[in-house]
């Protein structure tokens, strides 16, 4: 009984600050991007592209609604969230074979299946960002609890 007590303390914590800790997330995310393309040199592929298309303007937008304490933010967030993780779903889809290579957008260029980085024998770049997408859409959902408890 007193472990459920503190996981709700927990999941109202984190509903509570749920646009920051998206904030976070999408920061990490963006940096992890950067660093890949920049540093390590991995070229994007063209689920790669799409998918920052979807992550980077969130950023702007999470930080707009912390500063403007809109209610809805989490609805402008989600929009472009889920974009992102249908198409990371996708990639991912492609990735470990599930999809034939043929289904792949890449057909100039670099490839969507292109293995660049296997940590653990599993992670790789479309899985991070299929996890950081994911992320986010929890948060937005215990944000939106949150903003409906703060309404009773």
């Known amino acids: 009984m007193l472990q459920c007590i503190h996981m709700k303390k927990v999941i109202d914590l984190v509903s509570k600050n749920a ?8 920061i990490v995310a963006i940096l992890g991007s950067l660093y890949f393309s920049e540093i390590k040199q ?12 979807a992550m980077y303007p969130l ?3 999470l930080i707009i609604g912390i500063l403007t304490k809109d209610k809805l933010t989490h609805y402008y967030v989600l929009s472009l969230t889920f974009i992102g993780w249908l198409i990371s779903i996708y990639h991912n889809l492609l990735y470990y074979k599930v ?3 043929a289904a792949a957008p890449c057909v100039a260029g670099i490839s969507c299946t292109t293995k660049y980085i296997e940590w ?3 992670v790789t770049i479309p899985l991070l960002a299929f996890l950081g997408f994911s992320t ?5 959902f215990l944000h939106r609890r949150y903003i409906r408890s703060e309404q009773n």
Do not use: K, S, T
């Open 99 to 101: 999809l034939p290579e």
């Open 136 to 140: 986010i859409i929890i948060l937005m």
């Open 42 to 53: 991995y070229p994007p592929c063209v689920l790669c592209w799409y998918q920052r298309i």
């Open 120 to 122: 653990f024998g599993f």
């Open 19 to 26: 646009l920051y800790l998206a904030l976070i997330q999408v």
């Open 59 to 61: 950023m702007l937008i």
